[in-house]
């Protein structure tokens, strides 16, 4: 089975612009959770998708927002980057979600985005 | 406030040594707990899962226990080598959540 691919791996964007980061899950997975990681605040949960719907958000602002589409796919979206935003953002698919007992989540690789 | 508390310093040892790397937490009541490995420049790969009801767990040369009284986790690699060298993170589940909450891991380092 593939993993979990995620599209652009590299970034670079400026402040004020938008950014769209892309999320394929293994083939059968229905959840999809996003992080931000940072060295200083390590990773972080930004939100998770179950069949097309927002099942779970973190503390980040509302210019962080998602979606899923009925393949599974998932989107991620920031508006206006600030230079904080600067950071890999990872997404990782689970069978049925990561708030199951015993549920594994598989991460794919990142994207790295740099914002000047 | 809710905290979880990784080893900030690099851990070195030495090969065939046991590496033992610990999660202490703050304010949570863990479902269960778990060990991912992060390699450079890529996403963290899961390692182990042991429940609030489990004091062991164990996976060819890696243990890990759960400890709920001393709210500590420790995750044990014997007979390590180079090839172990990684990032290390714990995640819990908070009892009633529905989102893993990471550590901000440990970077482990074997000398050969």
């Known amino acids: 089975k593939a993993g979990v691919t995620q599209t652009p791996r590299y970034l670079i964007k400026t402040r004020g612009q938008q950014v769209t980061l892309s999320c394929s899950p293994i083939?059968?997975?229905?959840?999809v959770s996003w992080y931000q990681q940072t060295p200083g605040q390590g990773l972080q949960f930004l939100f998770e998708?179950?069949?097309?719907?927002?099942?779970n958000k973190g503390n980040f602002p509302g210019r962080f927002s998602g979606r899923q589409f009925s393949n599974s796919r998932s989107e991620m979206n920031v508006s206006t980057l600030e230079l904080g935003d600067s950071a890999l953002y990872l997404c990782?698919?689970?069978?049925?979600?990561?708030?199951?007992?015993?549920?594994?989540?598989?991460f794919g690789p990142g994207t790295r985005l740099l914002v000047l | 406030s809710q905290k979880i508390e990784q080893n900030s310093e690099a851990l070195n040892i030495q090969e065939g040594k046991t590496a033992t790397l610990t999660c202490n937490y703050t304010n949570y009541s863990p479902a269960y707990l778990q060990w991912y490995r992060q390699d450079p420049g890529r996403g963290p790969v899961f390692l182990l899962l042991?429940?609030?009801?489990?004091k062991e767990k164990r996976k060819e040369r890696l243990k890990v226990t759960f400890d709920t009284t001393l709210k500590q986790s420790l995750f044990h690699i014997t007979a390590s080598q180079p090839a172990d060298s990684a990032t290390y993170l714990c995640?819990?589940?908070?009892?009633?959540?529905?989102?893993?909450?990471f550590g901000s891991g440990t970077r482990l380092q074997v000398q050969p």
């Open positions: 995640a819990l589940l908070d009892t009633g959540r529905r989102a893993l909450t």
């Open positions: 990782a698919s689970s069978l049925v979600g990561q708030g199951q007992v015993g549920e594994t989540q598989y």
């Open positions: 998708y179950f069949s097309e719907t927002q099942r």
């Open positions: 083939s059968g997975h229905r959840s």
């Open positions: 042991i429940r609030e009801n489990e």
